[in-house]
């Protein structure tokens, strides 16, 4: 059985299943499925399209025999010239003294190794007396650990292929390996081991591409239909009416994308369901401004709201513009960290009676002495900055709130349809009308003076500009270090008038405030600040951001704080401050002075970063493929991602026998079963 244990092979001891295990190759399954991680191709190709220190196949022939000469103690080396394309080559062979005894003047040989093209050159690891053959010679190569050579891996993977591989059930149904020409899953395993050649490579590729994509979606989906009609009954009955009369109390009228993202929104909460929904948009596509009807919507409906944000700035500019735009219809109130004592036990108590209806706050809304009334939804910004655990609590807070998670990260719909397929996701894609795009440049620190003379002359114009200060490694204490030093540099530079602001993490939440405040009100006209003003600050004035260091940060991180500026109806511009010394860094700076658009960014980012980065360090919610590459392969995934929804849809895990394979992996993986609340 497959379930058994490798020990179960000849000539698998004790100790080296042990050492297997250590690899994670428990069973005989884990053992089939442990894949080359790459494939080492030996075909011969003209030596113009070898790449200089690139691993090459050539063939030739010898053109004298081989001299051997030893060094050191116990080394030796061959030398000899090869003729290939009428061109000498020279051969060098080290340590396999034993090999001048089969290489022959006038004998065609085919030689593999390290190409030097500068020195007409190959440091050979492999040679073969005679030709190439018409095929590529493909190796896999697996990754070991340990006691556990590749030579002894294989030797063993072909003993368990040969027993087993009968045992090896297929898993889709019949009329997608026909409709997609997929080999099925046997023999696309034994490919993956001993491919025959490239075409046959590429299928058995293509099949495990598609099944890992299909069931890694069928499971996401499932999942998503599970939470979604796992609570039933918290309809809520807002009144259209008044929302309407509110939408158009606004100065502006909503753009189309906003428009259908809040339809989507109002019919999730009108639904007995409860929503689980993610909204995507870029930096000022008016995200706020939709969140915010919801909330007045919950509040119509007799129930409360709440917006959980990162950072207490943020919380406080949200709490100011909610309070003036809720004026006479809720009641707003803020929750902070550093709100303690008499006024929090105050807005508890406000809460728990229902006389606040709409509360916005940092992670303090989620301590475990906050109770609502009934709240009805909750609203969490930049959910990528908060844990899957606090989602998780804030969610379960109250009744059965609705939840709208909401992300000014563009993500690539290929990460967002596999990260974020438990959920219903709306796009913003569509800015207000009028905007300009913020022009954007790449400077060298030479040119400071000259970067300094432009804020100066727009400050004059009444503009205000933010400078993002140096980062010193992963070190918050230096970088504010850095931030003292660069303000005070600007202090002495301007002129006296001009007053320069400071901000960074270790301010007091009441000296942040002040500070903002004095930015927002245009007593400070140049705020230095760390990369604390990142998220969602909103200060229209404001129209030059100089970011420090620039190459140091990934491209959706850049965009977010060019994202602090154009906010107004002037022009506004973006310097980058970067020496950047590798292509990567030197990309994303001309990635940046060409696109403005946050999705074109993100799709960009994801290329340069790779799928695992995306999201940062942090746990991103991205499965472990085995075969399947994300960027690559997204037309399969696309692919894998209708068919399961349409699997789920016409409920064919349940109906149709064809899925009854997948339906008893998906019982295994304890989703099939899974019962919330
Ligand atoms: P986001 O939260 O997506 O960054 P906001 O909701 O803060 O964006 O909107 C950014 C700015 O654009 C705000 O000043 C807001 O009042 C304004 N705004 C929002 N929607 C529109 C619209 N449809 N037309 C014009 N201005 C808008
Ligand atoms: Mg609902």
Redesign the pocket.
């Known amino acids: 059985m497959l379930e058994d244990t490798v020990d179960r092979l000849k000539g698998v001891g004790e100790k080296f299943a042990a050492d297997l295990e250590l690899m994670g190759i428990r069973t005989i399954e884990d053992l089939l499925f442990h894949l080359p991680f790459r494939y080492d191709f030996y075909e011969v190709k003209p030596l113009a399209e070898i790449i200089h220190d690139d691993k090459a196949t050539i063939e030739g022939r010898v053109l004298y025999e081989p001299s051997l000469s030893f060094y050191g103690r116990k080394r030796s080396k061959l030398s000899f010239n090869v003729e290939v394309e009428g061109v000498a080559v020279r051969a060098v062979m080290f340590n396999r003294a034993f090999a001048k005894k089969h290489i022959h003047a006038d004998e065609t040989i085919t030689l593999t190794g390290k190409w030097d093209a500068h020195r007409l050159q190959i440091t050979v690891d492999n040679y073969k007396m005679g030709e190439a053959g018409a095929q590529a010679e493909i190796q896999p190569i697996y990754s070991v650990k340990g006691n556990v050579t590749s030579a002894r891996l294989k030797k063993l993977m072909k003993q368990a292929l040969q027993t087993y591989s009968d045992e090896l059930k297929e898993i889709l149904p019949q009329n997608y390996l026909e409709a997609y020409k997929l080999p099925t899953r046997g023999a696309a395993l034994k490919t993956m081991h001993y491919p025959e050649n490239r075409t046959a490579l590429k299928h058995a590729r293509r099949r495990f591409t598609y099944e890992e994509f299909f069931l890694f979606q069928l499971k996401m989906q499932l999942l998503r239909k599970i939470k979604r009609e796992a609570v039933t009954g918290n309809a809520q009955q807002y009144d259209e009416n008044a929302v309407q009369q509110f939408i158009q109390s ?6 189309n994308a ?1 428009s259908h993202a809040l339809q989507q929104i109002l019919a999730d909460m009108q639904s007995p369901y409860r929503m689980n929904r993610l909204l995507q ?12 009807i919801g909330l007045f919507a919950a509040v119509t409906a007799n129930k409360q709201g709440a917006l959980m944000v990162p950072t207490e700035i943020l919380a406080e500019q949200h709490y100011q ?1 909610l309070t003036e735009l809720f004026a006479g219809l809720a009641n707003v109130v803020l929750l902070t960290g550093s709100i303690k004592g008499k006024k929090r036990r105050e807005i508890l108590a406000a809460l728990k009676s229902n006389e606040a209806h709409i509360i916005v706050g940092t992670h303090a809304l989620i301590q475990d002495d906050v109770f609502f009334h009934d709240l009805g939804l909750a609203i969490v ?1 930049e959910q990528h900055r908060f844990g899957v655990e606090q989602r998780r609590i804030l969610r379960d807070k109250g009744m059965h709130p609705d939840v709208l998670f ?1 992300t ?1 990260t563009p993500i690539p719909r290929t990460l967002a349809i596999t990260a974020f397929g438990d959920m219903d996701v709306s796009v ?1 894609n569509e800015m ?4 300009k795009a913020v022009e954007t440049y790449w400077t060298k620190e030479n040119t400071l003076e000259r970067v300094l003379q432009f804020i100066q002359k727009h400050v004059q114009m009444g503009e205000q500009a933010y400078v993002i200060c140096p980062l010193i490694e992963e070190s918050d204490k230096l970088d504010i270090q850095n931030a003292v030093e660069l303000h005070q540099m600007l202090i002495d530079y301007y002129p006296e008038q001009m007053k320069i602001g400071l901000m960074h993490g270790r301010l007091s939440s009441d000296e942040k405030e002040e500070v903002m405040r004095e930015f927002a009100s245009n007593q400070i006209q140049v705020l230095v600040s760390t990369t604390v003003v990142e998220v ?1 600050v ?1 200060v ?1 004035n404001a129209t030059i951001m100089v970011i420090y260091d620039a190459e140091r940060f990934g491209l959706s991180q850049l965009h977010q704080l060019r ?1 602090r500026v154009g ?1 107004g109806d002037q022009q506004s511009y973006c310097i980058l401050i970067a020496d950047p010394k590798s292509e990567t860094g030197k990309e994303r700076m001309r990635i940046m002075s060409e696109t403005t658009d946050g999705f074109e960014l993100a799709e960009q980012d994801l290329k340069l970063r790779g799928p695992g980065d995306f999201f940062g360090k942090k746990q991103s919610g991205l499965p472990d493929f085995k075969v399947a590459d994300m960027i690559h392969d997204y037309r399969a995934l696309e692919t894998a991602r209708k068919d399961a929804a349409e699997v789920i849809e016409t409920n064919a895990l349940d109906n149709n026998p064809a899925f009854e394979p997948i339906r008893s992996y998906l019982e295994s993986e304890g989703v099939y079963t899974l019962k919330l609340d």
């Open positions: 606004f100065p502006f009228e909503l753009t906003q948009g870029d930096v000022g596509s008016g995200k706020t401004a939709v969140a915010a513009s910004d909401m000014a913003i207000p009308m009028g905007r969602g909103n229209p994202g906010r």
